[in-house]
């Protein structure tokens, strides 16, 4: 197995690992490894900072599929 090296984004501490949850993606079963900072004030942070990406990204794909821009946004 190979290391890859995945610091935090906001303290650059190596992360440790996190929940691992199984997924189905199209019947095919495929694990999903949560790496999180050790340090965990600061991963709170960060949880708080990707989920506004997050939210921002989907609500922005949503907007993009259901119409389509008719005008520059303000
Ligand atoms: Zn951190």
Redo the contacts with the bound molecule.
């Keep these: 197995m190979e290391f890859v090296s995945n610091p ?6 190596e992360r440790i690992k996190g929940t691992e949850r199984i997924i189905s993606v199209s019947s095919a079963k495929a694990k999903l490894t949560t790496y999180i ?3 965990k004030s ?2 709170k942070i ?1 949880d708080a900072q990707l989920a506004a990406k997050e939210e921002r990204r989907l609500a922005f794909t949503q907007r993009r599929n259901q119409y389509p821009p008719r005008k520059k946004a303000a």
């Design positions: 935090c984004i906001r303290c650059g501490k900072c050790p340090d600061c991963q960060v």
